[in-house]
C-alpha cells in the first residue's frame, strides 16, 4: 500500500474534541496514539469507525483467533445483531438488564433487542439442531458487534458502547465436557494474547447478568485499568475486588452484655463514633441503605435494602447486588431511610421506630462477620443516640446473611492469610461456565445415551477486540508513537523513500524495492508521497511498523538502504541485493521472539 492512496492521515495532536480521558487526571495516552497515527476516529459518543490501518491489526487478530479455535475443534458462523425479545424473555434477561440493553420494536410491533450478548441466541441454535448425544460436543464462535448503552463511555476504545466481538461458545452433553472445553480455552486465551505480544493475567471475576456458575477475565495490568484486583503472591490467589474474598479478623470471644441507649451527639460516621467512645471501629456496626431493583419474574419490583456491616470493613456493592440478584442499587435518599422508621447517621436493624420491619419490601442484608461479632455498637434509630452491646440474632433478625464486604489491599488471603495487594487492570477477555440456564429456558435439550431428555450444557467465551486493539497500543508504544508487534502490525515494513535532486536513482530503487518486497510476500506501506524527511520519519515512528527501511541518495552512495527496527535507535546500511533477506529475517527474527513466549498455563 502506498501512503499517497492510503485512507487516512497522521494527526499532529489528538482532536480537540476526542476524549482520551478516563476521568480523575489519567490518560490514556495510546487512544492519543490511534487517533494521531490514523487508526481510529470518533463517530458519535462511545462508538468508532476503523480504519484501513485498524482493520489490517485487527484482520491479524481474527486470524489468530480462527487459528487457535480451529485447534480446539471450533466451527465459525455467523449470527444477526437484532434478537426477537421472546429469547430474552424466555431466559429473563429482558428484565434484568437495564438500559444498557436496548429494546425497539418493528413496523409491526414486535419487540426486540439490539444484541448485548449472543447466549440466547446459541441456546435457541442447539434448540434446533442437537437433539442427541452423538451431536456433542461441539464448539461455535463467531466475529459480531455488541451495541451495549453505557452510561458513560470513556477511555477511548476502553469504554465504548459499540463492541467489536468475539466470542465462542461450547455445547456439551454433561459438566465433565464443560470443564474441559473450559480448561482448553484458558490455554488458547492466553496463546492468543500473547500472541498479540500482550501479557494478561486470569482472575476469578463475578457471574454477572449472564448468569455464569463460574466465570474467568484476563486482565492486563495497567493503572488505567477500571477494575481492582486482589492479588496474593504467597499461594496466587487472585480475583477481581469485586468478588474477592478474605479473611475476617475474628472478633475476640465475649459474653453478651444488655442493650444500652447512650447519647452520641454529631456522631453520624463510623469514625465520629468509635473516636466519641474510645472504641476500635471493629466494635461497631454500620448500616448502608440502598434501593434494589429486583427482577421477580418478568416485572420488576423496587426494594429498600438495609445493608449492615462491621465498622472496620467497606460494603462491596457487587456483592451485595449479587446476594440480591438485583439489576440495579443506587443508595437510598434520607426520606426514604426515614420512612421505614430509621435515622439516617443513627440506624441499625434493632428497634426500627413506626412500621420498621412491617413496612413491605424491606430487606435486612447483613455481612457474615455480624454472626461472630459479639457486643456491637449500633444505630439506635434516633438523632444523637446510639445502642451499645447489640448482638445479631438476639437484637434483630435478618433475610439474608452473606459475605458483603470489600478486600481490600493489606487484607488476609482467603487462602493461605498473607497479604493482599491491589492492582488495576483492563478486562481484554473473559471466559464463563453457562451450565444449564439457557438451554433449559429455551428447550434446548437432547437425547442422552441413557435414554432421558437433558439440556445441553454450554460455556462461553469472548473477546473485546476494540478494547484488545487498544491494550496492544498501550502495551507498545513510546514517545514517538506505536510499537506493534511483528505479528498484529498492519503492515511488517514501513518503506521510506527520500527522494534526492535532480536523479531519479532512489525513487527507481525503492518503486523495485516495493515490487520485489511484496514478491517476497512481505506487507509493505510504501510512503511515496513529496514530504520532508522530518515528516515521513515522525508518520513512520507513529504509525509504528516493525521495520523501517530508508531508500536514500545518501544510503544508496553508502553502498545500499538503510535498514532499522522500529524499537531500536540503531540504523544499519544493507547493500541492496541482500535487503530482501535482511528483511525477511529480521521479520521471522521478530515473530520467533513472540512464538518463543508460549507457555502451556495452569489454570486452578
Not at 473450559?182 to 500473547?194: D, G, M, P
Not at 475474628?250 to 474510645?278: H, Q, S
Not at 443506587?330 to 426515614?338: C, G, K, L, Q
Not at 444449564?436 to 477486540?465: H, N
Request: proline share 4%.
Amino acid at each position: 500500500m502506498k501512503v499517497s492512496r492510503l485512507f487516512g492521515q497522521t494527526l499532529r495532536d489528538a482532536p480537540a474534541d476526542a476524549s482520551t480521558s478516563l476521568g480523575a487526571g489519567a490518560e490514556v495516552v495510546s487512544h492519543s496514539l490511534l487517533l494521531r497515527a490514523g487508526f481510529i476516529r470518533p463517530l458519535g459518543t462511545g462508538t468508532f469507525a476503523y480504519l484501513p490501518l485498524a482493520r489490517r491489526t485487527l484482520n491479524k487478530i481474527e486470524a489468530l483467533l480462527r487459528e487457535e479455535m480451529e485447534k480446539l475443534g471450533g466451527q465459525e458462523i455467523a449470527l444477526p445483531f437484532v434478537h426477537p425479545a421472546e429469547l430474552w424473555q424466555a431466559t429473563g434477561r429482558w428484565s434484568q438488564m437495564g438500559a444498557e440493553l436496548t429494546r425497539l420494536q418493528d413496523r409491526h410491533g414486535r419487540d426486540l433487542v439490539l444484541a448485548t450478548a449472543y447466549q440466547e441466541v446459541i441456546a435457541d441454535l442447539a434448540r434446533r439442531e442437537v437433539q442427541s448425544y452423538k451431536q456433542l460436543p461441539r464448539l461455535l464462535y463467531h466475529f459480531a458487534t455488541l451495541w451495549r448503552d453505557e452510561e458513560h463511555p470513556r477511555g477511548g476504545l476502553l469504554r465504548t458502547r459499540e463492541v467489536p466481538l468475539f466470542a465462542a461458545y461450547s455445547l456439551d452433553a454433561d459438566r465433565d465436557g464443560l470443564e474441559r472445553q473450559y480448561r482448553a480455552h484458558a490455554q488458547a486465551y492466553v496463546n492468543i494474547f500473547r500472541r498479540c505480544g500482550l501479557e494478561v493475567m486470569a482472575v476469578q471475576s463475578d457471574t454477572g447478568a449472564a448468569g455464569e456458575n463460574m466465570a474467568d477475565e484476563f486482565i492486563y495490568l495497567t493503572p488505567l485499568g477500571e477494575e481492582m484486583l486482589l492479588l496474593c503472591d504467597a499461594c496466587g490467589y487472585r480475583a477481581n475486588r469485586r468478588v474477592a474474598r478474605f479473611q475476617k479478623t475474628p472478633a475476640a470471644a465475649e459474653t453478651l452484655k444488655p442493650i444500652e441507649k447512650v447519647k452520641t451527639p454529631a456522631c453520624k460516621t463510623i469514625a465520629d463514633l468509635a473516636n466519641f467512645l474510645g472504641l476500635p471501629k471493629s466494635k461497631t456496626a454500620k448500616a448502608v441503605f440502598f434501593m434494589a431493583t429486583i427482577p421477580e419474574g418478568q416485572a420488576l419490583t423496587e426494594k429498600f435494602i438495609f445493608a449492615v456491616i462491621r465498622g472496620d470493613m467497606e460494603l462491596n456493592e457487587a456483592k451485595l447486588a449479587s446476594v440480591l440478584g438485583a439489576r440495579d442499587l443506587r443508595p437510598a435518599t434520607e426520606d426514604e431511610i426515614r420512612a421505614i422508621g430509621a435515622e439516617p447517621g443513627f440506624a441499625s436493624p434493632v428497634r426500627l421506630r413506626g412500621e420498621g420491619r412491617s413496612k413491605k419490601g424491606i430487606v435486612v442484608v447483613i455481612d457474615d462477620s455480624l454472626t461472630s461479632s459479639p457486643n456491637l455498637v449500633a444505630g439506635a434509630n434516633e438523632a444523637d443516640y446510639h445502642l451499645l452491646n447489640t448482638n445479631y440474632p438476639r437484637d434483630y433478625r435478618a433475610d439474608l446473611v452473606a459475605d458483603i464486604a470489600a478486600a481490600e489491599a493489606g487484607a488476609a488471603c482467603p487462602q493461605c492469610g498473607a497479604s493482599l495487594r491491589a492492582e488495576r487492570g483492563v478486562e481484554v477477555g473473559e471466559i464463563a461456565q453457562l451450565g444449564a440456564r439457557y438451554a433449559e429456558a429455551l428447550g434446548g435439550t437432547f437425547l442422552d445415551r441413557d435414554g432421558q431428555q437433558k439440556p445441553v450444557i454450554m460455556g462461553s467465551y469472548g473477546i473485546g477486540l476494540g478494547r484488545l486493539l487498544a491494550c496492544i497500543a498501550e502495551a507498545h508504544h513510546d514517545e514517538h508513537g506505536l510499537l506493534w508487534p511483528a505479528t498484529v502490525a498492519p503492515f511488517q515494513v514501513h518503506l521510506v523513500l527520500l527522494r534526492g535532486k535532480g536523479t531519479p536513482q532512489a525513487e527507481e530503487t525503492a518503486d523495485k524495492l516495493y515490487a520485489d518486497l511484496q514478491a517476497a510476500g512481505i506487507e509493505v506501506l510504501y510512503d511515496d508521497r513529496e514530504e520532508s524527511p522530518g515528516v515521513k520519519f515522525n508518520d513512520a515512528d507513529l504509525i509504528g511498523c516493525p521495520v523501517r527501511v530508508t531508500v536514500s541518495e545518501r544510503a544508496l552512495a553508502q553502498g545500499g538502504v538503510e535498514m532499522k527496527l522500529r524499537r531500536e535507535q540503531e540504523k544499519v546500511i544493507v547493500p541492496l541485493a541482500e535487503a530482501i533477506s535482511w528483511t525477511a529475517s529480521a521479520i521471522h527474527a521478530l515473530l520467533e521472539e513472540i512464538s518463543s513466549g508460549l507457555t502451556s498455563v495452569e489454570y486452578r
